[in-house]
């Protein structure tokens, strides 16, 4: 078992940036794949990126690549987020999941899942 808890979301205004924490606590860490997720009101769940267990490989969704960085501190137990040049439509509550499978990019493959930390960016 691990758990989640997401943190760092916020107001933020349209070409600004944000850095999203998820902190890990339970199993060991680096035996996890781990992704992020985001959730729009009306939309379905969506794949953000994802980052494989010692961190080597990454894959983005292509609305974010070259925006956002996915990375992890395995000694901290903590994923993260960097998100620059956002837009309106980042406007999401963003979810951190935990993994076996490499690699994966739908919510119903990942086995751990965080409550959520609520990003807005202004227009």
């Known amino acids: 078992q691990v758990q989640l808890v997401e943190s760092g979301g916020g107001l933020v205004p349209a070409g600004g940036s944000l850095r999203l924490s998820c902190a890990a606590s339970?199993?060991?860490?680096?035996?996890?794949?781990v992704g992020w997720f985001r959730q729009a009101p009306g939309k379905e769940r969506e794949f953000v990126a994802t980052?494989?267990?010692?961190?080597?490989?990454?894959y983005y969704a292509d609305s974010v690549k070259g925006r956002f960085t996915i990375s992890r501190d395995n000694a901290k137990n903590t994923l993260y987020l960097q998100m620059n040049s956002l837009k309106p439509e980042d406007t999401a509550v963003y979810y951190c999941?935990?993994?076996?499978?490499?690699?994966?990019?739908?919510?119903?493959?990942?086995?751990?899942w965080g409550q959520g930390t609520q990003v807005t960016v202004a227009s």
């Open positions: 999941a935990a993994g076996s499978l490499w690699p994966r990019f739908r919510d119903s493959e990942y086995d751990y």
């Open positions: 339970g199993r060991t860490f680096s035996n996890y794949v």
């Open positions: 980052i494989s267990w010692s961190g080597s490989n990454t």
